[in-house]
């Protein structure tokens, strides 16, 4: 059973259609980016997917009910955006509190605690915490019960850069134990290499659903190619090559991904003359920007 099957969803307010025409599938165990502007319609498809808000046509299945359902609500782990707690309570008062509501046992929460790395700090009141502790325990509360969809709005608002590896950590350990997640968020740099299939939403439209290898091939973005010569060599490497100087001793060219085998073979075939090569693909951010300019909707 697929984790998430969305089917040509659409939501109104009024006659402007925020969401329009949706369809996605999420299956157990994958991570995916969900891209898209202010006001793009993330925000929406999330709380459709809660339950929270109706919508007009298409439909949605979490785990093969209909969201907001019993079934649906316990099987979701959900970390919003700008997250609230009571700050009168500790970490560990706040976390043991949703435990009760699922049903689990404080040691579970307990252990989640340490994971998101707030052990030390549990039991210091929250409204000493930074934006960045606040964070963690809505990422502790959001995988409490070993949710089997987890639904993250902007996860790492507010973490160091430390902090944000380690919660990918914990993204990676949740799709391995088989929990399918998507991630809601406008760091692409960070989200290239951590998720398996990246969507697009543009003014409420679907424009792109693929793994990023498949974008590349999609959006047909030039390569780059930089390749180190020595000082006395890089006139004939760039004549050799068709290629531009970039300083005393790198030139660089450009190639499409059709074109990236046949390139490297001309390169090599200058043996000696080269002494290093930089490939370089189109970045996700290079990516978002091309998708987010089209209006043709994935279906």
Same mark, same amino acid.
């Given at each position: 059973?697929?984790?998430?099957?969305?089917?040509?969803?659409?939501? *109104?307010?009024?006659?402007?259609?925020?969401?329009? +025409? /949706?369809?996605?599938?999420?299956?157990?165990?994958?991570?995916?980016?969900?891209?898209?502007?202010?006001?793009?319609?993330? %925000?929406?498809?999330?709380?459709?997917? &809660?339950?929270? %808000?109706?919508?007009?046509?298409?439909?949605?299945?979490?785990?093969?009910? !209909?969201?907001? #359902? @019993?079934? !649906?609500?316990?099987?979701?782990?959900? &970390?919003?955006? $700008?997250? !609230?707690?009571?700050?009168? &309570? $500790?970490?560990?008062?706040?976390?043991?509190?949703?435990?009760?509501?699922?049903?689990? %046992?404080?040691?579970?929460? =307990?252990?989640?605690?340490?994971?998101?790395?707030?052990?030390?700090?549990?039991?210091?009141?929250?409204?000493?915490?930074?934006?960045?502790?606040? *964070?963690?325990?809505?990422?502790?509360?959001?995988?409490?019960?070993?949710?089997?969809?987890?639904?993250? =709005?902007?996860?790492?608002?507010?973490?160091?850069?430390?902090?944000?590896?380690?919660?990918? =950590?914990? /993204?990676?350990?949740?799709?391995?134990?088989?929990?399918? /997640?998507?991630? #809601?968020?406008?760091?692409?740099?960070?989200?290239?290499?951590?998720? =398996?299939?990246?969507?697009?939403?543009?003014?409420?439209?679907?424009?792109?659903?693929?793994?990023?290898?498949?974008?590349?091939?999609?959006?047909?973005?030039?390569?780059?190619?930089?390749?180190?010569?020595?000082?006395?060599?890089?006139?004939?490497? !760039?004549?050799?090559?068709?290629?531009?100087?970039? +300083?005393?001793?790198?030139?660089?060219?450009?190639?499409?991904? +059709?074109? @990236?085998?046949?390139?490297?073979?001309?390169?090599?075939?200058?043996?000696?003359?080269?002494?290093?090569?930089?490939?370089?693909?189109?970045?996700?951010?290079?990516?978002?920007?091309?998708? #987010?300019?089209?209006? *043709?909707?994935?279906?």
């Amino acid at each position: 059973m697929s984790a998430l099957i969305i089917s040509r969803a659409t939501k *109104q307010y009024g006659s402007d259609e925020v969401v329009r +025409n /949706v369809s996605l599938k999420i299956e157990a165990g994958e991570r995916i980016a969900l891209l898209g502007h202010n006001g793009a319609g993330k %925000t929406t498809l999330i709380k459709m997917i &809660l339950g929270l %808000t109706p919508f007009e046509k298409g439909k949605i299945e979490v785990l093969g009910t !209909a969201p907001g #359902s @019993k079934k !649906a609500r316990s099987s979701i782990g959900f &970390l919003p955006e $700008s997250v !609230a707690f009571q700050g009168a &309570l $500790s970490g560990r008062e706040q976390l043991h509190h949703f435990a009760r509501l699922k049903s689990m %046992t404080m040691g579970k929460a =307990d252990d989640l605690l340490e994971r998101v790395g707030l052990g030390s700090a549990a039991d210091r009141k929250i409204r000493t915490y930074s934006k960045g502790m606040r *964070q963690r325990v809505g990422l502790a509360q959001a995988i409490l019960g070993k949710p089997k969809l987890v639904l993250l =709005d902007e996860p790492t608002s507010g973490l160091d850069p430390i902090s944000r590896h380690e919660f990918y =950590d914990i /993204v990676k350990d949740l799709s391995e134990a088989g929990a399918a /997640v998507l991630l #809601s968020s406008h760091a692409l740099t960070e989200m290239e290499t951590r998720t =398996d299939r990246i969507a697009i939403l543009r003014k409420g439209r679907l424009v792109a659903n693929d793994k990023i290898s498949t974008l590349r091939q999609q959006a047909a973005m030039p390569i780059v190619v930089r390749v180190t010569t020595s000082a006395k060599k890089v006139e004939q490497v !760039a004549g050799e090559l068709g290629a531009r100087r970039v +300083n005393g001793k790198v030139v660089e060219l450009t190639c499409l991904q +059709n074109e @990236k085998v046949a390139t490297l073979s001309r390169i090599t075939d200058l043996g000696d003359l080269i002494r290093d090569v930089e490939v370089t693909p189109a970045s996700l951010e290079e990516l978002y920007r091309h998708f #987010s300019s089209i209006e *043709q909707e994935v279906i």
